[in-house]
């Protein structure tokens, strides 16, 4: 499992508070806390900039300061094509943009970006038509159209990381049900293609949201799931990830497993 | 889910001890905090007697401790048909015996004492023949073998629990995705029949092994496991159980997490 760290995003007060002040020892520490617990890439958001041409400085800034601090690379978190090719244009190496969608307008500002760049894509299989598809099939019809437009865009099926929006089990029972019958299908469907999930919306308003987050995300990770955008500095989140896998059977003599408890990943 | 308690067992030293010395208020207590964490059933194992009759006698002495103590079945842990029996003879209610194997010499001893008892049948996927089937397709023959033999003796399939059985990772990395496939493949090839498990060989020579063993539990609920041969009173375990069984789907509005939560069951 690819991990996506999700702590630089100015939704929370902190962080917020650190872009606009330009507080760059603050996203460094943030950065090199997630790399050391094991993160891939590094998300990073401005979603809450006051103004439009804000974002897309904060963006760049984010960037570099991540970048400059850590040897991964980030995962530019925004649907808005200025806002992307401002960060794009300072990110080294390839970078993963967060994200695009079914809807042909954000699709036609974000694929030839990621052509250009090189690029990994978050692709939700959501569309403006419908905001979040009821079924897995209509999830996956939705990105089966994102698949050709990418294709069409010169971007390979293996650079699509597909997400299938998981809802609160609090707005419906069987929410968490057809997210993971969506991974299922969408691997089936569309060999080659990745599957990835923000986990934590799955238990919003519920209390004990880390039991939930936990039982999610194994079983996502049982039905083929191949990322997350998550905490990785949650230990016990990420260690019982990492038992997963291995009882997954990719672990040949338990070989990874054995190297992280070593190396004190598998907690106390 | 339905838990099987496993804690009392003479395997374990303590428990050994208070059988040998008939300490009633040892076994009592083990038997009131494990139906107090939510058992459906509590597993009475002598497999230690020292003398065949002594495993019978210390069977029905800790059945009657058992049932004093708690409104629980006992779940009766032996293959020796004499042994069952002096226990089912003292037992109110419809049993749990643990178990049968496909091998006609313990289903001759174990089956009618079964129906004339009325119990539930733990019967682990595995024959003489073939100490464990390597493959999920040979243990679904055995299973088959198994229910054509307890339908000819009178018990419906619903009371059928087929174990897998899962060897520890440490001696296969395809293990536990085995025991999984099997799950899956028993839950189609037997409609009706129930599965269940004891977790913690999955982990056994490894460290941190509640790790593997909560992510084991998670995914096999996701295969569609019935019941688990487990300890109630790991508390963190069976929360993360029970919002398993909420992300799968069978809990309208959460009415039972949030029942769970509001009488602490959840964790702190």
Redesign the interface.
């Known amino acids: 499992m690819e991990i996506v760290g999700e702590k630089i995003n100015t939704s929370r007060t902190s962080v917020g508070q650190a872009v606009r002040e330009r507080d760059a020892g603050f996203i460094e520490a943030l950065a090199r806390e997630q790399a050391q617990a094991g993160a891939a890439y590094l998300d990073v958001n401005s979603g809450l900039a006051l103004y439009p041409e804000q974002e897309g400085e904060d963006l760049a800034w984010l960037v570099s300061v991540v970048q400059g601090a850590t040897d991964l690379p980030a995962c530019v978190d925004s649907t808005r094509g200025e806002a992307l090719e401002a960060a794009l244009r300072v990110h080294r190496g390839p970078a993963m943009i967060n994200s695009v969608n079914g809807d042909p307008e954000t699709m036609a500002a974000v694929f030839p970006l990621a052509k250009q760049y090189g690029c990994k894509v978050v692709a939700t299989t959501t569309s403006r038509a419908e905001r979040v598809p009821a079924g897995s099939r209509e999830r996956l019809r939705v990105a089966e159209a994102i698949a050709r437009e990418a294709t069409r865009a010169g971007i390979p099926l293996e650079d699509l990381y597909f997400d299938p929006l998981v809802l609160s ?2 707005t419906g ?2 929410n ?2 057809t997210f ?1 019958e969506t991974v299922r299908v969408l691997k089936k469907g569309l060999p080659g293609a990745k599957t990835i999930a923000g986990l934590s919306n ?1 238990s919003f308003g ?3 949201r880390r ?2 987050n ?3 995300l ?2 996502a990770l ?2 083929g799931m191949d990322a997350a955008i998550l905490d990785p500095t949650d230990r016990e989140l990420v ?2 990830a ?3 896998e ?9 070989a990874r ?2 190297k992280a ?1 070593r190396e004190g990943r ?2 106390p």
Chains 1, 2 share one sequence.
Request: hydrophobic share 55%.
């Open positions: 089990l609090a029972e069987k968490a049900l993971l799955v519920l209390p004990q039991l939930l936990r039982g999610f194994v079983l049982g039905c260690a019982l990492r038992a997963t291995t009882l997954l059977g990719g672990d040949p003599f338990c497993y054995l408890f598998l907690g």
